[in-house]
């Protein structure tokens, strides 16, 4: 079966390194998927440098009033934008904020999100520290559907990395994301083909 094309709407505040991870795998043939559209609520974001450079249209959101979630009228001007463009899919990439059911009812089960952390394990903010200060031996990536709680969704694939005696939070984050580098296209790949779905919260790959 022919894989679908994915038309990927991104949305990031940070240095955009996961977005150019599915942009190598689609260069490399990886991954039947088009970037349509890039946004971050960060104005000098990278994300939005990395997406100019390959002249994939973007632009800053602008999420105020609030401060941790995306929400209101820049939710819906969020959602207007994604459809202006013809996405399909959500690929949260390093996005800071909570995103509300609104959106999450305008692409159901199509918005995905990369997580430092091996979930249910460390979820929110900096999940590698939180891993590192707990004393786990072993940390990783999840990459997941997003649903309307905080990283709790349908979890689609985990890559693990070790964690050793010297580590500090940014080496640990390190070799965490060279995971995340391979797993974020991997499991847009597995839902380009079809491979994906659902009983209950457990995400079968075909
Ligand atoms: C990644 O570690 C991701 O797991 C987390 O935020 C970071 C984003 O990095 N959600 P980048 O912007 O993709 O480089």
């Given at each position: 079966?022919?894989a679908e094309v994915l038309r990927l709407g991104v949305l990031?505040?940070?240095?955009?390194?996961?977005?150019?991870?599915?942009?190598?795998?689609?260069?490399?043939?990886?991954?039947?998927?088009?970037?349509?559209?890039?946004?971050?609520?960060?104005?000098d974001a990278k994300i939005l440098d990395r997406a100019r450079?390959?002249?994939?249209?973007?632009?800053?959101?602008?999420?105020?009033?609030?401060?941790?979630?995306?929400?209101?009228?820049?939710?819906?001007?969020?959602?207007?934008?994604?459809?202006?463009?013809?996405?399909?899919?959500?690929?949260?990439?390093?996005?800071?904020?909570?995103?509300?059911?609104?959106?999450?009812?305008?692409?159901?089960?199509?918005?995905?999100?990369?997580?430092?952390?091996?979930?249910?394990?460390?979820?929110?903010?900096?999940?590698?520290?939180?891993?590192?200060?707990?004393?786990?031996?072993?940390?990783?990536?999840?990459?997941?559907?997003?649903?309307?709680?905080?990283?709790?969704?349908?979890?689609?694939?985990?890559?693990?990395?070790?964690?050793?005696?010297?580590?500090?939070?940014?080496?640990?984050?390190?070799?965490?994301?060279?995971?995340?580098?391979?797993?974020?296209?991997?499991?847009?790949?597995?839902?380009?083909?079809?491979?994906?779905?659902?009983?209950?919260?457990?995400?079968?790959?075909?």
């Open positions: 079966m022919a990031g505040s940070g240095a955009g390194s996961n977005m150019q991870s599915i942009l190598d795998a689609i260069d490399a043939g990886m991954l039947r998927a088009e970037i349509k559209v890039v946004l971050a609520d960060v104005k450079v390959r002249n994939i249209p973007c632009q800053w959101l602008d999420c105020a009033p609030y401060k941790t979630k995306l929400d209101g009228e820049a939710e819906q001007r969020c959602i207007q934008i994604l459809r202006e463009h013809g996405c399909d899919t959500v690929v949260l990439a390093g996005f800071m904020r909570i995103v509300k059911p609104p959106l999450l009812a305008a692409f159901p089960n199509r918005v995905l999100n990369i997580h430092p952390a091996l979930l249910p394990s460390f979820p929110g903010l900096h999940g590698w520290t939180q891993a590192l200060e707990y004393g786990a031996k072993v940390a990783g990536c999840t990459v997941h559907f997003v649903d309307a709680g905080t990283d709790t969704g349908p979890i689609i694939i985990q890559h693990a990395v070790p964690v050793l005696d010297d580590d500090t939070p940014e080496t640990l984050h390190a070799r965490i994301q060279v995971e995340e580098h391979k797993a974020y296209p991997e499991a847009l790949r597995l839902l380009s083909e079809g491979r994906l779905s659902f009983r209950g919260r457990r995400v079968y790959i075909q």
